[in-house]
């Protein structure tokens, strides 16, 4: 079972046991809307568009409303029974849906605020870390200061600045911890373990 596979099965039993109403990291968000966010995703592909495109967003809030009126349980074992055959996810699934599904698990695992970090094998540190090498670039084009990610046991990620000035100037934003803590991070998520050390104000992050 690849690791987004499994991240989906594990998901799929936490938001049974947790309910439609429990807090996320998901700002504002419930685990009934992040289930709804999921199917959707792939479920409806021109709705999931409403993201990053203006002229689909009331197509996303309808396709996320006729969702999270569904019942509950119905809908996670909807979503936890995989894509579409001919969805390009159901092809993609372990390339395109390790971050999503592991950035969501720990959304709904550290709803409450306590962050209790998993540790992983080697395949899927690495896994990890080339969702990290992709998404850090978007995830913080934002930001004023280059940014240094640097993974535990890993080679640096630098996002910003020009090729080796970053790493031996002080005027960078360097962040460290193992590489499902910086993915998270990268992703906006505060409810995690790593080590900052300058103005992290300078830093655009999703949400922050």
């Not at 596979?5 to 504002?28: M, S, V, Y």
């Not at 995703?41 to 002229?55: K, T």
């Not at 280059?146 to 100037?169: A, K, N, Y």
Request: aromatic share 6%.
């Amino acid at each position: 079972m690849s690791f987004s596979a499994a991240e989906r099965r594990h998901l799929a039993d936490l938001l049974h046991r947790t309910g439609p109403d429990q807090d996320t990291l998901c700002e504002g968000w419930s685990t009934r809307d992040l289930a709804a966010h999921l199917y959707v995703r792939e479920n409806n592909l021109l709705a999931a568009g409403g993201v990053a495109l203006p002229v689909l967003e009331p197509r996303l809030v309808r396709a996320m409303e006729q969702q999270k009126a569904r019942d509950f349980d119905e809908l996670v074992d909807a979503w936890a029974a995989g894509p579409p055959r001919l969805s390009p996810y159901s092809f993609l699934d372990s390339k395109v849906n390790a971050a999503e599904h592991f950035v969501h698990h720990e959304d709904v695992r550290r709803g409450g605020g306590v962050v209790e970090p998993r540790e992983f094998s080697r395949a899927v540190e690495e896994q990890l870390g080339t969702a990290l090498k992709i998404s850090a670039p978007m995830m913080l084009r934002g930001s004023r200061l280059p940014v240094v990610l640097t993974p535990r046991g890993s080679t640096p990620i630098v996002v910003g600045g020009r090729r080796g000035v970053s790493r031996r100037g002080d005027d960078v934003v360097r962040v460290s911890g193992a590489v499902g803590e910086l993915l998270l991070w990268v992703f906006g998520r505060d409810a995690v373990e790593v080590e900052i050390d300058g103005d992290v104000s300078a830093v655009s992050r999703p949400g922050a």
